[in-house]
């Protein structure tokens, strides 16, 4: 059974270089993980949501490999997330599905470090582009752990990127071990009303 | 005891054709032919069964009247009247060149004058009920060949009238012959035809329809029948061809709704009147002249055959009759025909011809129509195969191997999609199609495509099969493309294949191969158009595609569930009923659960369909910022459930 789910979504794989890379890393450590290539599977944009959600019953870990597009999701990725998270079934009353797992973004930039800064062309610190995530994990009781990034992904040398996909595997593989998970408290999710639903507004 | 004369004959003929029809079908040689067969073992040269052949001659004509009955029902008038040109034009072509050739040859050989031009009419003559039936068989009536066969068969029919009238002219010592009369009866014969006509168009559907507001079915089939004995009965009264006037009610029939009906109801009448007719025809065969007279009997066969031979290549190649279709084509028309019987018979009785010539004449017909069948298994085996082989050499298969890593099997209205798409990306593949005119229609479009045979493995081969990656198999005659999907598997395992589907059953063939890419051709355009309608019923464009492709996963899905079952008719139809009503329940839920929330949320239905897939609320238009965002509670924002 997979301890861990990891939804890849570029969508130029074929141009891609660092997901590609942790993609087909990811598919090599066995059972343990499952990789599900987004774009692959719904190539047309139409999602399957009851395998989606069968896929999400078993991992602990979800993750979320993906490049970084306009400061936020590939459009698929929040496609599933429009299609797969439902109120009632992640969130809402009822919506427990994805409660006490755990959410992991893997994401790189094209622009370098020094771009995400209210000095560089990119005008905020990284960390500003991330509330939208971590409130999505809240909502659905998912606990949301630190993202790992890769910038200046174009750039990035052979090296950089064997250290990067050597991380990102062992995190997968030691999951939930990691060093940093004390210091992490569990997400307790948030209550939503029933009337809150968002076409009642 | 007794047994009545009737019961007897029936149980001889029947018995007999029983026994010879499987036999002979067993033997490769077609029902005809066993007919033939029956027809001598049981006629007066054979056990003696029964003496009297030209009675029932005469009786088992009428199954040719039925047959042309049934020609007629498959003819509108508009398209008899664009045949107009091939009846006159190519049928005078045959018989007056048949004839003019016989009788040249007859007078060579120191014939009579009229001995020679009587006797070439006769010969000249083509087996309706033989042409029309091998046609049948060989599924061949629409071809080139069939259409042709029949325009020369009906030309026969209406020249018949003419010359039967003027057989007269020529007896011997008559040249009193009263010219009123003749004008006479030449009028009443209009006047027959014009009242068929008339008749037809006015009183045949409502009369049909009276009898079919009867609703007894044996009526309808009786009355079916007396239409057309009425007719042949009216046309014989007044001297011209039953099969001709049958053949009249039939067109006039054939754009009304009872066509199906009559089909039925005289099919096996007339399938079992032919019967009798070729037995017939076996039973006249008069042995004891071809014994007298053996050489002569065969020369006169072969030399007949082989003279309308001539003509007819020669018509062939004018036409033209595409290659593979000439042998049947040539054996057709230059066989006899029943027809010939009675311009003999006429010509003896009106002293023309005197009975022994009369005698030799009607042997050698019989004997080529007997001979026909046997020509055409000769010439399947022998001669088709050559013309096929010079009919490619016009294009050469395609012989340079070729390296592409993509091979399209069928470039019709599917592959040259798949081509189309496959070029404007730079992908080179090697195109196949058996059919030359769409090779040279798509060549037109500068599309490189070869000529071939994709059920050859040799073709396959030079095509590349072994190195290339993909096969696109576009074929769309089923057969055909499950017998390469075969191929390809069978002899190149590591080659992909992409097949197109022309039905389900097709479908589960290939699935049942190992395809596991196949596409019915019908699925997404149909699906298309569903979009369409349902964009019109007013559902927002983009909540159609959705449902489109939701549907589309779920018969692809029910696919597969149901390709075990291939072949188990109820167990099929039972699976597909149990998909549909749980794709019915699961949706009519998730339309319920819709209307629930906006019930409570305090939507107002729409008008047209009474729910609405969930379209976001647009702010404020002059707001561009907000005309992206729905305007949400800022809680909930994240959550939407588009379903």
Redesign the interface.
């Known amino acids: 059974m997979a301890q861990a789910l990891v939804l890849v979504a570029h969508p130029q794989l074929e141009v891609s270089r660092v997901t590609r890379q942790l993609m087909q890393r990811a598919a090599r450590l066995g059972e343990r993980v499952e990789v599900r290539d987004l774009y692959a599977l719904y190539p047309d944009y139409w999602i399957d949501v009851a395998a989606e959600r069968a896929a999400l019953a078993e991992p602990r870990l979800i993750v979320w490999l993906q490049p970084i597009h306009w400061y936020g999701m590939t459009p698929l990725l929040r496609l599933w997330l429009d299609e797969v998270l439902g109120f009632g079934w992640a969130y809402g009353p009822g919506g427990r599905a994805l409660h006490g797992k755990d959410l992991w973004l893997v994401a790189s930039t094209g622009g370098p470090q020094a771009s995400y800064h209210p000095t560089g062309y990119n005008r905020f610190f990284f960390d500003a582009f991330l509330p939208p995530y971590e409130q999505t994990a809240a909502l659905c009781g998912l606990r949301w752990l630190p993202p790992l990034l890769l910038h200046g992904a174009h750039r990035a040398d052979e090296a950089t990127l064997a250290a990067h996909e050597q991380v990102f595997a062992d995190r997968l593989q030691t999951h939930p071990d990691w060093p940093e998970m004390a210091a992490l408290t569990a997400a307790d999710g948030c209550d939503v009303p029933a009337d809150a639903r968002p076409e009642a507004g | 005891m007794d047994i009545p004369s009737w019961l007897q004959s029936s149980l001889i003929y029947l018995a007999a054709a029983v026994l010879a029809v499987p036999l002979a079908r067993l033997l490769g040689l077609g029902s005809i032919i066993g007919y033939l067969g029956a027809g001598i073992a049981i006629g007066p040269w054979g056990l003696q069964l029964v003496t009297d052949p030209a009675a029932i001659l005469q009786f088992a004509e009428f199954g040719v009247v039925l047959m042309l009955f049934l020609v007629g029902l498959e003819l509108e008038p508009r398209r008899l009247w664009a045949l107009r040109g091939p009846i006159f034009g190519w049928g005078s072509v045959q018989l007056l060149g048949s004839t003019g050739l016989l009788a040249g040859v007859g007078l060579l050989a120191g014939a009579d004058w009229r001995l020679a031009l009587v006797g070439a009419f006769a010969l000249s003559m083509s087996s309706t009920a033989i042409g029309l039936g091998v046609l049948a068989e060989r599924n061949l009536a629409a071809t080139t060949a069939g259409r042709s066969v029949l325009s020369v068969s009906l030309f026969q029919d209406v020249a018949s009238i003419p010359l039967l009238a003027l057989l007269p002219l020529l007896a011997l010592g008559a040249a009193a012959t009263g010219g009123g009369g003749e004008g006479w009866g030449a009028l009443r014969a209009l006047a027959v035809v014009a009242a068929i006509l008339i008749g037809g168009r006015l009183l045949l559907r409502p009369a049909l329809r009276w009898i079919a507001g009867s609703r007894t079915p044996e009526i309808f089939t009786a009355a079916a029948l007396l239409l057309v004995v009425a007719t042949a009965a009216l046309m014989h009264s007044v001297g011209l061809s039953m099969a001709l006037g049958a053949f009249l009610a039939g067109v006039l029939l054939a754009e009304s709704e009872y066509r199906r009906a009559l089909e039925t109801d005289i099919e096996p009448f007339k399938g079992l009147l032919l019967g009798l007719f070729f037995m017939a025809v076996g039973m006249g065969i008069d042995f004891a002249v071809v014994w007298a007279q053996p050489l002569r009997v065969a020369a006169l066969v072969a030399g007949f055959l082989g003279l309308k031979a001539v003509v007819v290549l020669a018509m062939a190649r004018a036409l033209p009759v595409p290659p593979g279709e000439r042998p049947v084509f040539t054996i057709l028309l230059a066989q006899g025909g029943e027809f010939g019987f009675v311009v003999l018979q006429a010509a003896t009785q009106g002293g023309v011809l005197g009975s022994e010539p009369a005698a030799v004449l009607v042997a050698a017909i019989a004997l080529s129509m007997l001979t026909t069948p046997l020509l055409l298994v000769a010439s399947d085996r022998w001669w088709a195969p050559r013309v096929a082989a010079a009919g490619r050499s016009a294009m050469a298969p395609l012989a340079d191997p070729q390296a592409a890593p993509v091979i399209i099997a069928g470039f019709g209205r599917y592959g040259q999609i798949v081509g189309r798409l496959l070029a404007a990306n730079d992908l080179a593949a090697t195109v196949l199609d058996h059919s030359v005119e769409q090779i040279e229609t798509v060549r037109r479009f500068g599309w490189k495509a070869f000529y071939g045979d994709a059920t050859r493995l040799d073709l396959l081969r030079t095509a590349g099969a072994a190195q290339a990656r993909v096969f696109v198999l576009a074929i769309d005659d089923v057969a055909q493309s499950v017998q390469v999907a075969q191929l390809v598997r069978e002899h190149f395992p590591s080659l992909t294949l992409v097949a197109r589907a022309r039905n389900v059953s097709h479908y589960y063939q290939l699935k049942a191969l190992g395809v596991a890419l196949i596409e019915r051709e019908t699925l997404d355009s149909a699906l298309m158009s569903a979009r369409s309608v349902l964009e019109l019923m007013g559902w927002e464009r983009h909540a159609a595609r ?1 449902q489109a ?2 549907f589309r ?1 779920h018969s692809i899905d029910l696919m597969e569930r149901m390709a075990p079952h291939f072949g188990d008719e109820g167990k099929l139809i039972a699976l597909a009923k149990q998909g549909r009503a749980q794709l019915e329940a699961q949706w009519a839920q998730e339309r319920a659960e819709q209307r629930d ?2 019930a ?2 305090g ?1 107002v239905a729409d008008s047209v369909r009474g729910e609405v897939a ?1 379209a ?2 647009i702010g404020d238009p002059a707001d561009p910022e907000q005309a992206h965002q ?4 800022p ?9």
């Open positions: 959705n492709l939701r996963a929330r906006q409570r949320a939507w969930l976001p609320e729905p305007d949400r509670d809680q909930a924002g994240a959550g939407v459930d588009q379903r």
